[in-house]
């Protein structure tokens, strides 16, 4: 079976207990990120934490962000969004981009779209080759591993709600004069593509989920569960990241 068919996308949470369990995770979340950087405890550095979000249009990838950053400081957290690549980004190769968003020793990033763009959409839409996207697996899993080498702690969250429920989300923000823009002829192109992409993350999911730098699929069907579950899964992540402080390189 393949591993979208395999989420559970009937979990849900009430309104009272996403609030009650948000609150508690920001306290913990917000703590951990001072220790993190060296400002609470001991002073020293932990590890390096990238999270990076990935999933269908409408899948409450926006949501899950605000309510992992709404806790921290903002001089304490880096949100880096990515579109499709300008032309001057097309003339190098693809990661180059996305090198300056990664954090470093101390740092905490949250990247709003990924490298994994070369395996998703470019494969699916044509914009790379047959040969380029296939090459991509290799040297993606090479170049995080070179950065988990070096400290780095990959959360990777692929966000995954139905073709029905992208539906009545996608009408929804057509009638909501305040989230209309948000919504593109080219989503509702790619719905028409949907076996394509399926067929493309699961690929992405089999070929890039490794051993230092793990894949969580996130059952996003209720939004409200889906923020609670990327929150404390990223906690756990920074808890780990705390745990690597001695091999900091001096």
Known sequence: MDRLDEV????????????????????????????????KGDGKLGRPVCVLLEGWDASGKGGAIKRLVAPV???????????APSYDEKRHHYLDRFVQALPGWGGMAILDRTWYGRVLVERVEGFATRKQWQRAYDEINDFERIQAAEGTVFVKFWM????????????????DPL???????EDWRNREKWPQYVKAVEEMLARTDTEWAPWTIVPAESKRYARVFVM????EAMRRALRGRATFPR
């Open 232 to 235: 404390e899964h990223v906690i």
């Open 179 to 185: 989230k209309a823009w948000k919504l593109t002829d």
């Open 8 to 39: 559970d996308l009937s979990l849900k949470l009430s309104r009272a207990a996403q609030a009650e369990r948000l609150e508690k995770g920001g306290e913990k979340l917000a703590e951990l990120r001072l220790h993190l950087g060296g400002l």
């Open 73 to 83: 400081d903002l001089r304490h957290v880096r949100v880096a969004q990515f579109a």
């Open 160 to 175: 995954h709600i139905s073709k029905q429920e992208q539906l009545k989300r996608f009408k929804r923000r057509q009638n």
